[in-house]
């Protein structure tokens, strides 16, 4: 009976491995446990196999059968009082309310899971408990949560070396970031997530990865490395059968021929997308892509068309409560109407996208996260210095412990007349413990001196957060009640000049989030250094062109001098940031019909690059302090700054083994520089 109930587990053991590549091996392999179960009367056995059963129903998109299945599973555990099986069940019955967009019953059932494997120490299942309730987050637009769930059950994962699941958690947190427009963290997480999804041979984490690499891609622009990171995802989705997937990657290449105005491929591979979403009743997902198809059609000029698309997917996200869904209908809708010469419906739609736009993305969501960093980093700082202090009272308490022992070991020699060799023995043991003492409060000064820089980070971000942050929004408010006030008899040149301030607070604020999270990053060590080599004219001309609408405002002119075969070997990312935030600098203190100047030099191996513009420049007094992130300054036309970026630049030239430096004089302009290593 023994030997039996061991091959049944094996069987449901093999059927539980299989189910992520060959789901015809596994249910096979659940039915022969499910038999050999049955016949010996072995109740774990039987309810592992229902539920392995069921996950292959699920896989299928049989949810009745696999609803079923995982009852008879829990029935059995919740007989046998098998804590670990009903964990597990209940995770999975939750998949099927998941998979019915009936997400608030979801999350009932990965609540219980928790329950019952939290007591127990299961692990596993904890993981997979919080990574559902992430996602559940994620559908409802609570990012900050989502994040937060699915950076727990990572912990969790690694901890337990469990590499299949830990690509699942990359492959989320990528996602969020670029949810959040934080697209350098979503592609170190999605590639992070290919590695070992590669390594392991894992097809559908490795489907999944490039899949969201090629969004990430898109939304940088990159259309064409978006393309094949799709066409690969969908070659390697097909392989193993990934129909959710499938619906995914379609709707995703769909959207790259939609931007590049390619609108018959474009329909194709929204169509292809919305028969698997179908045959799924994927809701989020139909309305997604009908939404898609719609815009195609509202750009052909079908508009009847378009607006039967648009109705159907903004019904489904309504009813759904898909916020983030009905948020892009109703911006499709404006482009509808705006189309059509309906210029007050598309206005009506574009005041209920920015209401649902804002309600979703609200500075909440920034704050948590801003605040969730610092506070793990100053919890970690705190358990460290508890651990040595305790440590330390060891240490005190085994030395007393040890002089007893050595005053009575004295006595003791003094009758045997060895007290000479006793007191030698006792001086050195405690000159060595002594010793060992300073070092141990060495590292615990260490320790609270980095405490101490962990609290000044925390004041620096909570100062940014709590005044930088909150002026702009409190101006902006005070503003667009003057403009509803005022919207009918305001002059012209007023409502320009409030447009205006509007979107010079939008830009100050978008600057200070980015620099805000690069700093935290750079601040905590988390931010990865990967030289690569690169051609800087390709990428300077890319910060010119994303620049360019801020220097129109001012109608300031940049000019890209860099040598057009110029190779440099450097972190990409934190070259562009330093382009990026040197020449916004520019642009900031250069007056208007000013111009910018950015050029290239060779100097003994490494190649200077120089930005000068005429603008205001800095007065001598300054120029020693101008890379301190305690620093700000207003521009020409009173634009704000955080004072973070140029202190982020220096950080970032410094890591790649360069070196940054400025000169000015006032009212002539400034010129930086900095070095890169030269491909030779």
């Not at 670029?178 to 590695?195: D, H, K, M, S, V």
């Not at 009506?348 to 506070?375: C, E, G, H, P, W």
């Not at 000479?420 to 320790?447: A, D, G, P, V």
């Not at 075969?565 to 070259?575: H, L, P, R, W």
């Amino acid at each position: 009976l023994a030997r039996n109930s061991e091959k049944v587990d094996i069987l449901n053991e093999l059927a539980y491995l299989n189910n992520r590549s060959s789901y015809k091996h596994s249910l096979e392999y659940s039915k022969q446990a499910l038999n050999l179960a049955t016949k010996i009367n072995y109740l774990k056995g039987q309810s592992d196999a229902y539920r392995n059963i069921g996950l292959c129903n699920y896989l299928f998109n049989n949810l009745r059968e696999a609803e079923a299945n995982f009852n008879k599973s829990l029935k059995i555990s919740s007989a046998n009082k098998d804590s670990a099986g009903l964990a597990k069940t209940l995770n999975d019955i939750g998949l099927i309310y998941w998979r019915k967009n009936e997400f608030t019953d979801a999350f009932k059932y990965y609540l219980r899971s928790i329950e019952y494997s939290t007591p127990i120490e299961l692990d596993v299942e904890t993981a997979k408990s919080l990574n559902y309730l992430g996602l559940i987050y994620w559908k409802w637009s609570e990012y900050a949560l989502a994040l937060d769930f699915f950076t727990r059950s990572l912990k969790i994962k690694e901890r337990l070396n469990d590499s299949f699941e830990i690509v699942v958690s990359l492959n989320n947190i990528a996602n969020i970031y670029n949810e959040l427009g934080n697209y350098i963290l979503a592609l170190q997480n999605a590639n992070r997530a290919l590695n070992i999804a590669q390594k392991m041979k894992d097809k559908y984490g490795i489907g999944r990865a490039l899949n969201i690499l090629g969004v990430t891609y898109f939304k940088l622009g990159e259309f064409e490395k978006a393309k094949e990171s799709q066409l690969k995802s969908i070659e390697v989705k097909e392989s193993v059968g990934d129909i959710s997937g499938l619906g995914f990657s379609y709707s995703d290449l769909g959207n790259i021929y939609l931007e590049t105005n390619k609108f018959d491929k474009a329909l194709e591979y929204f169509k292809k997308s919305l028969y698997y979403r179908e045959k799924l009743n994927d809701h989020y997902g139909i309305a997604t892509i009908m939404n898609a198809i719609g815009k195609v059609y509202t750009r052909t000029g079908d508009f009847v068309t378009s607006n039967n698309f648009l109705t159907q997917s903004l019904d489904i996200a309504s009813r759904e409560n898909l916020k983030e869904v009905v948020k892009n209908n109703y911006l499709s809708f404006s482009e509808l109407y705006e189309k059509q010469g309906n210029n007050t419906k598309a206005l009506n739609f574009y005041k209920l996208y920015s209401a649902t736009k804002d309600s979703i993305f609200n500075m909440d969501n920034i704050k948590r996260i801003a605040q969730l960093q610092v506070r793990n980093e100053f919890e970690e700082k705190e358990k460290e210095i508890q651990f040595l202090k305790k440590e330390r009272q060891i240490q005190t308490l085994e030395v007393e412990r040890q002089k007893s022992q050595i005053a009575i070991l004295i006595i003791v020699l003094i009758v045997v007349a060895l007290i000479i060799l006793s007191i030698i023995f006792r001086i050195r043991y405690i000159n060595k413990t002594n010793k060992l003492l300073e070092e141990k409060n060495k590292e615990i000064q260490l320790r609270e001196k980095e405490l101490i820089e962990a609290n000044t980070t925390k004041d620096k971000f909570i100062s940014i957060i709590a005044h930088d942050l909150r002026s702009p929004f409190t101006g902006l408010l005070g503003m667009s009640q003057i403009l509803i006030d005022g919207y009918e008899f305001l002059p012209k040149e007023k409502v320009r000049f409030f447009l205006k301030e509007f979107r010079a607070s939008i830009v100050y604020l978008l600057d200070l989030i980015e620099n805000l999270l690069n700093w935290a990053r750079l601040q905590s060590g988390r931010i990865e250094f990967t030289p690569e080599n690169f051609k800087l004219y390709d990428e300077t001309q890319k910060i010119v062109n994303l620049l360019s609408a801020n220097a129109s405002v001012k109608n300031i002119n940049i000019v890209n001098k860099i040598e057009k075969d110029i190779q440099v070997s450097a972190d990409k990312n934190m070259i562009t940031s330093v382009l990026q935030n040197v020449t916004a600098n520019a642009i900031k203190f250069t007056k208007p019909e000013g111009n910018i100047k950015i050029s290239s030099l060779f100097d003994d191996g490494f190649v200077k690059v120089i930005i000068s513009d005429d603008g205001v420049g800095i007065q001598p007094e300054r120029l020693n302090s101008i890379f301190s992130s305690n620093i700000t300054s207003s521009g020409t036309d009173n634009e704000k700054g955080s004072g973070l970026g140029l202190a982020l630049c220096k950080d970032f030239v410094e890591r790649n083994g360069g070196k940054i430096w400025i000169e000015s004089e006032p009212d002539k302009g400034t010129t930086i520089s900095f070095t890169i290593k030269k491909v030779v």
